[in-house]
């Protein structure tokens, strides 16, 4: 199928009223959310905060249609968090990082998923005072390129995309760029490139698919499950699968304003109780769950097919990306993507002496002073999670050793 038209996902977001292009501007608008720019956005986000009494704020959710969403969305449509004795109202979708960091900023929205890198930069970049209290999940992204792209070097001299500069994508596809002597570099579309040159471009996940289609781009990485639509419509193929590179990373975090974990820490726990709920629920019913986020659910979650969340979810065919050498690391024994909400502080740690490597866009002077040991213990705040862990019978639900402790293992 080469008619970008023909595909699914090329106008994501008909009908649910949100914008249907991020572009540079969006960009731009975004890094120069410094701390004084933003203050009338965090006037209005102290006020929201405060219309109500202690326990009492609703639950809102903001999300982008990505199975990153999982846990905040399974909570939702399972009814966890009213199981906690807190509102929740109906998940709001958005359509690129830009709009659902200054919409969480503003107030309009309370419990986001975020990309971990841009969530260092909302604390650190925008001095924006939140904080991640759980992973959403690990894994769950792949690169995905043109079916006659076979090897990393094949990007040399092409366009590779990426859903935002702060991303796990950005870093793992950097990185691999590296190893294969490739520079990654940020043109505009129609700049010539050297040999050893791979262009990236900002993308929302949504545009993806066409873009590769209609050979707008060599490839993408993303989250999925738009690796594996591009895979179904026989568009492209997975050249590497992001756990596969990082083991059992994390891409989307649970990201909360600060002000709600110190004014109202029960509200906090409440929240964090039912998204490990979530995850615990969707890793025992991963296919009941690509139903419930799929476009035929009932809540209609997503634009998605069962068929492409199933392919991601409850896959069965990951054996076969080992046999044909797509998984380079077969005794890694992972899943495509899977839950868990532990937040170990050895991966913030690496994930900022790795954002330091990688390119992006806009002033990122603020990660030249960042100790890698002081942002996973500032970013981040494992009370409440470790809580609600154990409240569901302690790490070894998750498959997590019980000190909570790891070590990265990166291999490109």
């Known amino acids: 199928m080469n008619d970008a038209s ?10 649910v009223g949100c914008d249907c292009g991020f572009t540079r501007r969006d960009w731009l608008r975004l890094t120069a959310l410094s701390a004084a720019a933003a203050s009338p956005l965090l006037r209005a986000g102290d006020a929201a905060a405060q219309a109500f009494k202690g326990d009492d704020q609703p639950v809102r959710i903001g999300y982008l249609p990505i199975t990153d969403a999982t846990p905040l969305l399974v909570a939702h449509g399972r009814g966890l968090f009213e199981a906690e004795g807190l509102k929740a109202e109906a998940p709001r979708l958005f359509r690129s990082w830009a709009q659902i960091v200054e919409a969480f900023v503003a107030g309009q929205i309370n419990v986001i998923h975020l990309l971990s890198p841009a969530a260092l930069w909302v604390r650190y970049g ?24 076979q090897k990393v070097a094949d990007l040399g001299g092409k366009t590779v995309a990426v859903p935002f500069w ?33 262009n990236l471009v900002v ?107 199933s392919k991601v979810l409850a896959t069965t065919d ?54 890698p040991a002081f942002v996973a213990r500032d970013l981040v705040d494992t009370r409440f999670v470790r809580q609600a862990i154990d409240a569901v019978g302690g790490p070894a639900r998750f498959g997590l050793p019980a000190s909570l402790q790891r070590q990265e293992v990166l291999a490109p």
Not at 6 to 15: D, E, F, N, V
């Open 126 to 149: 925008s001095r924006f005072p939140a904080k991640i209290v759980a992973w959403n999940h690990v894994n769950g992204s792949a690169l995905t390129v043109a079916p006659q792209i």
């Open 203 to 309: 993308l929302p996940p949504a545009e993806m698919v066409s873009a590769l289609a209609s050979r707008g781009i060599a490839g993408f990485i993303v989250a999925e499950p738009f690796n594996a639509a591009a895979e179904i419509a026989g568009v492209g193929r997975v050249l590497r699968f992001s756990g596969d590179v990082w083991k059992d990373h994390a891409c989307c975090v649970t990201f909360l304003a600060e002000r709600d974990l110190v004014q109202r820490p029960e509200w906090t726990q409440r929240v964090t109780n039912a998204l490990v709920k979530a995850q615990l629920w969707t890793r025992d019913n991963l296919l009941e769950g690509s139903k419930l986020l799929s476009s035929t659910g009932e809540r209609r979650y997503t634009p998605h097919s069962v068929q492409a969340l």
């Open 318 to 371: 990951y054996a076969s990306y080992e046999a044909s050498g797509v998984v380079q690391h077969r005794g890694w024994t992972q899943r495509r993507i899977d839950f868990q909400p532990y937040p170990f502080p050895s991966y913030t740690e690496q994930l900022v002496k790795l954002l330091r490597q990688t390119q992006v866009e806009g002033d990122h002077r603020f990660l030249e002073s960042l100790d």
């Open 166 to 198: 702060y991303s796990i994508h950005n870093i793992l596809l950097q990185a691999l760029l590296r190893k294969e002597g490739l520079v990654p570099v940020t043109r505009p579309r129609e700049a010539a490139l050297k040999a050893n040159e791979v």
């Open 6 to 15: 023909r595909l699914p996902y090329q106008h994501l977001c008909a009908g």
